[in-house]
């Protein structure tokens, strides 16, 4: 069953919403505090949007038949099981899933950029929402994973990945037809009718 892309839309803005708020309520958050916990219960239904986000994505099929794009979709629905995994130790143990949410982030990093690489190959999405997905993707390569590799503060890098995911559901909407397709449309319908009278 293929879902509407509204809804598919939807779910990515949404993710991204509680992505941007449980990063700021949770960023200077100790373990097993009543803010931690306030962050969790956003973070887990936020990796669950996410995770319904990508599979919906991917029935939608902007990567056309491309394998590539098949196989990066399966690793990043991969990579939101293993966050939601980390979310649910971090919700029963009272401490943050440190060595499982790095994980997550890999696959995800992976495989949305590996699906958005097909998805701007294939053309079926145009201008700025043909490289949503692989924004997506190379977001954390570039912004989030070399800050982790030193002692520099990656928080404000990990919320500010809500964007290109909001990003993603804009793209993922339905796009409207525009005024010259339109009136292109309005005038062949114009000559059928015309032709049909003069018969």
């Known amino acids: ?6 809804l598919t839309a939807g779910a990515w803005i949404a993710a991204g919403a509680g992505w941007l708020a449980a990063s700021l309520i949770g960023s200077a958050a100790t373990d097993g505090s009543t803010r931690f916990y306030i962050a969790e219960s956003i973070w887990l239904p936020t990796q669950a ?3 319904a986000g990508i599979i919906a994505l991917a029935q939608q099929r902007p990567h056309g038949t491309r394998r590539l794009g098949k196989a990066g979709f399966g690793i990043a629905a991969a990579g939101r099981v293993v966050f939601i995994a980390a ?3 971090s919700i ?3 401490e943050t899933a440190d060595t499982i ?3 997550g982030a890999l696959l995800t990093a992976i495989g949305m950029t590996m699906a958005g690489a097909a998805v701007a190959r294939e053309h079926r999405w145009h201008g700025w929402r043909r490289f949503a997905p692989l924004t997506m993707g ?8 070399p800050l982790a590799a030193t002692d520099a503060p990656v928080e ?3 919320a500010l990945w ?3 995911t909001i990003a993603v559901g804009i793209a993922a909407l339905p796009s409207q037809p525009t005024t010259s397709s339109t009136t292109a449309s309005h005038d062949q319908l114009g000559e059928t009718i015309r032709g049909s009278r003069g018969h």
């Open 1 to 6: 069953m293929t879902i509407h892309p509204r």
């Open 49 to 51: 949007l996410l995770l």
């Open 87 to 89: 979310e649910l130790v």
């Open 92 to 94: 029963t143990t009272g």
């Open 101 to 103: 949410l790095p994980i």
């Open 138 to 145: 190379l977001y954390p390569v570039v912004f989030m994973f």
């Open 156 to 158: 404000p890098s990990i």
């Open 162 to 164: 809500a964007l290109p």
